[in-house]
């Protein structure tokens, strides 16, 4: 697959936003200062303030995986919720690499994010 010129690819950072923002955001700083262009999507499954800081949003990565997240923010089944936003993220994942947007990913999370993420 070849990358247009023009495109610069970008760097998914997949990460919980509503446990590691601060985290995230500094890895998304550092990214930036190196010149590399960050694309940050939120794998959280309850709603937040974090949203606004996110590229491809909790939401955005619920409805990918065929779930609302309203409902997973209500749910109790924690491997229900995960399989929700898994799928998700490697739809939306795959799309981009499909695009050839992606040079990379990246992920932050505590015990349940990074078994999400990887």
């Given at each position: 697959m070849e990358i247009s010129k023009t495109i610069k690819p970008e760097v998914l950072i997949i990460a919980t936003m509503d446990t590691k923002v601060q985290e995230t955001l500094y890895l998304r700083d550092i990214l930036k200062n190196l010149s590399v262009k960050p694309l940050l999507m939120d794998l959280s499954m309850r709603n937040g303030d974090h949203v606004s800081e996110s590229d491809i949003s909790a939401n955005e990565t619920a409805k990918?995986?065929?779930?609302?997240?309203?409902?997973?923010?209500?749910?109790?089944?924690?491997?229900?919720n995960m399989k929700c936003m898994i799928s998700g993220a490697i739809n939306i994942t795959q799309r981009l690499v499909h695009e050839g947007r992606l040079s990379g990913i990246i992920g932050i999370g505590g015990c349940t994010g990074t078994l999400m993420i990887t």
């Open positions: 990918s995986g065929g779930c609302r997240l309203e409902e997973l923010s209500m749910s109790r089944d924690m491997a229900a």
